[in-house]
C-alpha cells in the first residue's frame, strides 16, 4: 500500500489534504461513502495544488465578489421598494412526511408561503403584524447575510492564496505531526508553578501504572533526565503572617516519563488547525 509524503492546499476548499509529488495534484477528497462507493468529491481533488497554482482560487474569488455586489443590490433594492419579495409566510406551518424503507416515517415541518399578490390583496396581517412588511426585512436580513459571507469568503480565498502560491512548498507529512521531545528540548514540569528544565538524556525506564482492570503493573517507557533549578531563598507570606510558603532545595536530577509531560508543540499545525483546513 502506497503511503503518501507530502500534502498540499487544495484550491477549492483550502484544506490540507494527500498531493502526488510527481504531478503535484491532490488525492480525492471531500466525498462520502455510502454502500461501499464514494458519493461526491470537492472539485479541487484531482487539480493542481493551491502551493502550483492560484488558477482556480482567483476564479471563485472573482466569482464570490460578483456574489457580494449581487446580494447588496438586492438588499438596497427590496429595501427601496423597487423589488418585492416573491412569496410571504402566511404564518402558518405545513407538515411533510417523508417516507423511509425500512425506517419510521421523517416528519418535519415548514413554513406555508403565498405568492406575494395573493398576500398583498388579502391585506395579509397576523395578530397586528404586517407579513408582508416582515416579509421584505427577513429577504433584506438574508441578501446581507449572503453578501457578507460571499465578501469574507473571497477575503479568505485571497488571504491563503497570497501566503501559499509560490512561496510555501508542499509540507512533509513529519512536518504536520507532534514530534516526539528530543536531548536539548527545554520542557515544563509541574504547570504553572513549576520549572523549564532541559532533557539531559533519553531511555526506556521502569514506569509503574495502575488500572481497574488490569491493576498494578510495571512497564518499560521513554524517560527524561532532567534536572530541577535550585532555590536558594526561602519564600516568606507576610500577609499569612510570616508563613513559609516555599522552603530553599538544592538541584535535584531525577527521571519523568514522556508520556506525562505534553509534546512539543507544532506552530505550523497548530495554525492550519485553528483555520480549520487542517
Not at 109 to 118: F, G, L, N, V, Y
Not at 166 to 179: H, I, N, P, S, T
Amino acid at each position: 500500500m502506497n503511503t503518501h509524503t507530502h500534502r498540499g492546499h487544495c484550491q477549492v476548499c483550502l484544506r490540507v489534504h494527500a498531493i502526488d509529488t510527481e504531478t503535484g495534484r491532490l488525492a480525492t477528497h471531500g466525498y462520502r461513502v455510502l454502500g461501499h462507493s464514494f458519493v461526491g468529491d470537492c472539485a479541487g481533488s484531482h487539480e493542481l495544488s493551491l502551493h502550483i497554482t492560484r488558477e482556480i482560487t482567483d476564479r471563485i474569488i472573482a466569482s464570490e465578489l460578483r456574489n457580494e455586489k449581487a446580494h447588496t443590490a438586492h438588499a438596497d433594492a427590496l429595501r427601496a421598494g423597487t423589488i418585492t419579495p416573491e412569496t410571504v409566510w402566511t404564518g402558518k406551518y405545513v407538515t411533510i412526511r417523508t417516507q423511509r424503507p425500512g425506517k419510521a416515517d421523517k416528519i418535519d415541518s415548514e413554513r406555508e408561503m403565498i405568492p406575494w399578490a395573493d398576500a398583498v390583496g388579502r391585506r395579509h396581517t397576523v395578530g397586528g403584524m404586517d407579513l408582508c412588511a416582515e416579509q421584505v426585512k427577513m429577504d433584506i436580513h438574508v441578501a446581507k447575510r449572503r453578501a457578507e459571507f460571499a465578501r469574507d469568503h473571497a477575503a479568505r480565498m485571497t488571504y491563503w492564496a497570497d501566503r501559499i502560491t509560490g512561496k510555501v512548498d508542499a509540507y512533509r507529512v513529519e512536518d504536520l505531526e507532534a514530534r516526539e521531545w528530543a536531548v536539548g528540548d527545554t520542557v515544563r514540569i509541574g504547570g504553572k508553578k513549576g520549572f523549564d528544565a532541559v532533557i539531559e538524556a533519553i531511555e526506556d525506564r521502569p514506569y509503574r501504572t495502575s488500572g481497574f482492570r488490569q491493576g498494578s503493573r510495571s512497564i518499560m517507557c521513554p524517560h527524561a533526565r532532567i534536572t530541577s533549578p535550585a532555590v536558594t531563598e526561602k519564600r516568606v507570606s507576610e500577609a499569612a503572617g510570616g508563613y513559609i510558603t516555599r522552603d530553599a532545595r538544592p538541584a535535584k536530577t531525577f527521571w519523568e516519563a514522556l508520556r506525562n509531560i505534553k509534546r512539543p508543540p507544532n506552530a505550523l499545525a497548530a495554525e492550519l488547525k485553528k483555520a480549520d483546513i487542517l
